[in-house]
């Protein structure tokens, strides 16, 4: 990696973790709601958990 892609890292890094920069702000609502939403996906009847299932029985692993 490079030394200008090393900061443009930096700097997003940065973004994120400062209150009070409306971009950081917009990301890190966005990463809480992938957050909720892979739990939902994931939990007892969810989508994922569903999918997962459904292909286990079909590979007759449960």
Do not use: N, P, T, Y
């Not at 994120?16 to 009847?45: C, F, N, P, T």
Request: overall charge positive; glycine content about 10%.
């Amino acid at each position: 990696m490079g030394k200008g892609r090393v900061l443009q890292v930096g700097s997003l890094v940065r973004k994120i973790m400062i209150k009070e920069d409306e971009e950081g702000r917009k990301i890190r609502s966005k990463a809480e709601e992938v957050r909720v939403s892979s739990e939902r996906a994931w939990a007892l009847g969810g989508s994922s958990h569903s999918s997962l299932l459904e292909w286990a029985k079909q590979c007759h692993l449960v």
